[in-house]
């Protein structure tokens, strides 16, 4: 396994132990590439925060959690 999926993987784990703890209440970040530079860890992240109440904005995505389109959103980002 490359260190570039082991850092995603130990990212993505670090963020949802996050999420799940309730740490964060609101992630905020430029665009979606910054979370993950692939769709599937990203909509991961964004639906465990969505299931745990918490919300994340990307602005210039212009995808935001609290809105009911969000998937869509990121999806076409």
């Given amino acids: 396994m490359s260190q570039n999926i082991m850092g995603a993987l130990v990212l993505l784990?670090?963020?949802?132990q996050g999420i799940e703890k309730r740490k964060r209440d609101l992630i905020i970040c430029e665009d979606s590439s910054r979370l993950f530079r692939s769709i599937s860890p990203c909509m991961n992240l964004v639906g465990t925060a969505?299931?745990?109440?918490?919300?994340?904005?990307?602005?210039?995505d212009q995808v935001d959690a609290a809105n009911d389109d969000w998937q869509h959103r990121l999806e076409d980002a």
């Fill in 50 to 60: 969505v299931d745990n109440e918490i919300r994340i904005i990307c602005i210039n």
């Fill in 13 to 16: 784990l670090w963020f949802q």
